[in-house]
């Protein structure tokens, strides 16, 4: 080999050395790290956790900055370019900010305090606009930091493949991976609260969570960026499996398990000008999926609808028809279909009949047997003390629990609230379209979440289960309704009245709606209740989140001689 090769060739050698120790000590020829932009943590809570708004954020940015080997962007210029946006982003102005800040990736996420701590962060990619949501809780606010770590090791793991450390990977192993369930564990509420009401039931609890264990007392889903009004759970698909329908007020969303998430799988919208405030399911043409019945309105005439999946999508049965809609269940009739007519002057008028469907249209058959003084969604039926009689329980405009013959007798009025929502039909008609500022107030007629019926304590008899919004002020202003809390009653008819065999502790924010959906043959149930989360005093003037908790029930017999004021007569 000639002198010239022979040096060419040590020269390639060399370079290729040279260019091998200066890649390892001055990592040159890396890809820059990722830029992460995190805004600040919106706060839903009852009260003041601001010291965490900041406190989550710097704890993130520093886990990423460790843990994924990303360049974090310093929080005074995002904040200052969020600033100039107003102080909140629409979905699509986030990726415009992170192209401002010259951010390869956004946080945006919230801090909800119900009991617990929650943790929900979506991750925006700015390249291509895809979302990824991620989730942690922390039983008290004390192990907030703990839920960070594990909130961060998930984003690095899973949007910038690293690798969780080993000395932090055991700390955390306690916290519950939302992946393994659509719902996630927020409150360490562990049995219900069973009080000695004067009803004879004593102080041994009727009612106990089966399936649940440690600290879990209720999980929940993810936050929804919604003003929810009205809520379902039933097997619309078919599949065997119950799906959850929420509302907001033009808009009906489906979610369904999807690899054991909560996701939504398709949906639908109203009329702008007609506002939903209830859906209810059921399989009245006996195909084996429910229908979704969507009731909504104006303020002086309802515009219902209802659709039903067909394998690809959710197809109209029929639309735009002039009826209240709401499935009832009826005692020696099943479930029906039934209606409620719009007055000239009032946003109802007496009489709520049973409705079949008939092509893509309604009719009218007979008046159901109710007093003139329910509306459609006042009330339930159930024969309360096994005479064979029907009573009708519902609540009033003042909301109080009434149970009442058919006829209208009144057998029981309670002392205490419940029910109480902010949703109604009705309010200022305008007069005509050339003068719109005259108006004509048809008042406002509430609508309240359902009445639940079911044999709770296991005596054969019927018990009904219901909402009580907890506010003094909201019932005496008639039409600024807040609640900031609630609870869920399980009564029982004890010959002469209703009376109390379990309640929920607090929950933190307005409940919605709720429902009862059996697990099985043994008694083993899931109480669902939707609620609108609080975030403080101007509530109606900012974007809402709600969102859905799910209670695991085992009904349980009381002792016989617990149970002795049921006697079948003298």
């Known amino acids: 080999m000639q002198i010239g090769n022979i040096r060419k060739l040590s020269l390639v050698v060399f370079s290729l050395f040279l260019v091998v120790i200066l890649g ?37 940015a520093s886990r990423l900055a460790a843990g994924a080997g990303v360049a974090v962007v310093d929080r005074a210029a995002v904040d200052q370019a969020l600033a100039g946006s107003g102080g909140s982003l629409a979905p699509g102005q986030v990726v415009q900010l992170g192209k401002q800040l010259g951010a390869d990736y956004l946080i945006t996420g919230n801090l909800t305090a119900m009991g617990g701590v929650s943790l929900d962060a979506k991750v925006h990619s700015v390249a291509d606009g895809t979302v990824q949501t991620f989730f942690a809780t922390a039983a008290t606010e004390g192990e907030v930091i703990t839920a960070v770590d594990k909130l961060s090791f998930d984003v690095a793991a899973k949007v910038f493949g690293a690798a969780v450390p080993a000395s ?41 969570q089966s399936g649940i264990g440690g600290r879990s007392g209720f999980v929940k889903t993810r936050n929804f960026k919604m003003n929810l009004q ?48 209830s859906i209810s399911l059921a399989d009245l043409n006996h195909n084996g999926r429910d229908e979704i019945y969507v009731s909504a309105a104006d303020t002086d005439s309802p515009n219902s609808m209802a659709v039903e999946w067909d394998g690809k999508d959710f197809a109209p049965i029929f639309k735009d028809v002039r009826w209240y809609v709401r499935a009832l269940a009826m005692p020696g009739q099943g479930v029906i279909l039934a209606g409620q007519q719009a007055a000239v002057t009032a946003p109802l008028r007496p009489g709520i ?18 007093p003139d003084s329910v509306n459609l969604f006042d009330f339930n039926v159930a024969d309360l003390d096994g005479d064979g009689i029907s009573e009708v329980i519902a609540i009033d405009q003042y909301d109080r629990l009434r149970v009442m013959r058919t006829s209208g007798k009144l057998l029981y009025k309670s002392d205490d609230h419940f029910g109480g929502t902010t949703r109604f039909i009705g309010g200022q008609k305008a007069l005509g379209m050339v003068d719109s500022a005259r108006k004509e107030d048809l008042g406002r007629v509430y609508v309240p979440s359902r009445i639940i019926i079911a044999d709770v304590n296991l005596d054969g008899l019927p018990d009904v289960i219901v909402n009580k919004n907890l506010a003094s002020a909201s019932r005496v202003l008639t039409n600024a309704k807040t609640y900031p809390s609630g609870e869920i009653h399980a009564l029982t008819w004890n010959g002469i009245g209703l009376t109390e065999l379990w309640r929920t502790r607090k929950i933190d924010g307005y409940v919605a709606d709720c429902q009862l959906r059996y697990l099985d043959d043994d008694h083993n149930a899931a109480l669902y209740i939707g609620i609108v989360l ?16 799910r209670y695991h029930l085992k009904f349980e017999a009381e002792p016989q001689e617990k149970n002795e004021h049921k006697s079948e007569g003298w």
């Open 534 to 549: 609080s975030t403080g005093a101007f509530d109606s003037f900012s974007g809402q989140d709600s969102t859905v908790l």
């Open 353 to 370: 009949f049973r409705l079949e469907v008939e092509g893509n249209a309604l009719v009218k058959r007979e008046q159901l047997t109710v």
């Open 230 to 277: 009205a809520m379902a759970v039933g097997d619309v698909d078919g599949d065997g499996h119950d799906e959850v329908i929420l509302a907001d007020a033009h808009k009906v969303t489906v979610y369904r398990r999807t690899d054991n998430r909560l996701v939504a799988v398709g949906g639908f919208t109203t009329i702008n000008q007609y506002k939903i405030h």
């Open 24 to 60: 390892s000590v001055f990592p040159v020829f890396a890809q820059p790290p990722k830029k992460v932009a995190i805004l600040p943590f919106e706060i839903l809570a009852a009260k003041d956790l601001a010291y965490l708004k900041e406190g989550v954020r710097i704890m993130l």
């Open 168 to 208: 932090r990977a055991q700390a955390v192993a306690a916290v519950p991976a939302l992946s393994q369930s659509p719902y996630q564990t927020v409150h360490p509420d562990r049995a219900f609260m069973s009080r000695n009401n004067g009803g004879g039931y004593g102080s041994a609890p009727v009612l106990r």
